[in-house]
Each structure stands twice: as C-alpha cells, then as structure tokens.
C-alpha cells in the first residue's frame, strides 16, 4: 500500500477556502487517490476521488499533482459542517483491494 | 445515494458474552464489506475484508476466532465478538462496495457501533 503523509491538524475560518494537502509518493501508476472524512461519532463518508485528472464535484475539488506524488483537496468554502478528519487513500485494485486509513488531517473551522 | 445501515448504534453487554453487529447494504448489491475499529482519538484500523460468500481476510493481529465475520448474502454482512472483554469496548464501523472493480467507485459506511463491555 501506497504510504500517505498528511498534516495532522489545521485550522481554517467559515467562508474561507481550504487547501488540505497529501503527500503520497509511493503510488503506483493505476492507483486511484480517494478522499474521505470523518465527522464526530460517525462513520466516514466520501469526498472526492480521481485518477490523473483534477476533479470537481458538489462538496470539494481535487487537484493531483502532475507526477501524482501529492494531492490537495480543496473545500472552496468552509463551513462548519465541513469539521472533520480528513483521509487521503491511494487504493490498488485487483485482490490487493482495501481501504486502508491513515492518520488524516483534523480540519478546525473558525466561526 | 447509496445506504449501509448497521445496527444497533450502541450496545452495552457483559464481560464473556457475545454481541453481534450487522451491517446491510440497503439499496445496492455488496459485494465486498469491510469491518474497522476505531479507538478514541484514533483513525479507523482494518480488521477484515469479506466478500460475499467467502472466507473473511483478517488482518494480522485480528484473531478471526474472536471476531467472527459472516457475509452470506450481497446485502448483509455480520460482526460476532465473542468473548467479549473491556478491551473489546471500541467504535465498530462496517463499509461497503458495490462494484467487482472498485477503484473509479466509492465506499459507503455505516454509522458505527459504540460497543462497551462491562
């Protein structure tokens, strides 16, 4: 499994974009980088997810880095529903298949 | 979009008995659930893959006896702690994929499960 390093904390204010970064060098080419968060006593729901393109859908923009080492997930406008732990997941296909989580990033936002 | 239920949310039981946790895809076909476990202030841990049909992979460290896995149909997966111990209290939470070839597809969650053994 690809690892992943990601800030553990950071701190934004409502209204405010977010830029939550992740590092995951050793991906391989046909990984795909998946985005998760997780809110208080609650089971982790999805974010976003993309290959080599930048995505954008309904709740946050990924943009991969060109040589996929890295990803940033982008939540244009904070709100204080978007308080949550955020996971970056490199998944493998086939029978390696799993998702595995790491640490995340714990996102603040400041009213 | 789509639902995994898991039930019960919150269970408190005896130290030695077994509690049994369940986790159903309610509007799509599963074919393969995960279990996690998550302690305070910790991220998620894998403790098993199942697919429907099959034998679950545990994870190293996981003992397969204690937590025993049952994904008979595409809809239901099933948790069995058995023997529960204090140190077994922990958020349980079960996901779910509906695709044989999941990586362009997301993973569905259940709410979890707060198991305290007493």
């Known amino acids: 499994d690809a690892k992943t390093t990601q800030p553990n904390s950071m701190e934004s204010n409502e209204e405010e974009p977010v830029h939550l970064p992740c590092n995951h060098s050793?991906?391989?080419?046909?990984?795909?980088i998946h985005w998760y968060r997780q809110l208080p006593s609650q089971g982790p729901e999805y974010v976003i997810h993309?290959?080599?393109s930048n995505v954008n859908n309904r709740m946050a923009s990924l943009a991969i880095a060109e040589d996929r080492k890295s990803s940033t997930l982008i939540l244009h406008r904070a709100t204080l529903r978007d308080a949550a732990v955020y996971y970056c997941?490199?998944?493998?296909?086939?029978?390696?298949?799993?998702?595995?989580f790491g640490k995340g990033t714990l996102l603040t936002v400041n009213p | 979009g789509a639902v995994v239920s898991q039930h019960p949310s919150r269970v408190i039981c005896k130290s030695g008995t077994s509690v049994k946790i369940e986790c159903r895809s309610l509007d799509f076909q599963a074919t393969t659930m995960f279990w996690y476990r998550q302690f305070p202030k910790q991220s998620l841990m894998l403790m098993a893959t199942?697919?429907?049909?099959?034998?679950?992979?545990?994870e190293q460290g996981v003992e397969k006896d204690k937590f025993l896995i049952n994904h008979a149909s595409l809809t239901l997966s099933t948790l069995t702690v058995t023997s529960a111990h204090p140190e077994d209290s922990s958020f349980y939470i079960c996901?779910?994929?509906?695709?044989?070839?999941?990586?362009?597809?997301?993973?569905?969650f259940g709410q979890g499960t707060r198991l305290t053994v007493v």
């Open positions: 199942s697919n429907e049909g099959s034998k679950a992979t545990y």
């Open positions: 993309g290959l080599t």
């Open positions: 996901s779910a994929i509906g695709q044989l070839i999941p990586l362009n597809t997301e993973a569905f």
């Open positions: 997941i490199p998944i493998s296909g086939g029978s390696n298949y799993k998702l595995t």
């Open positions: 050793t991906i391989s080419g046909t990984d795909y």
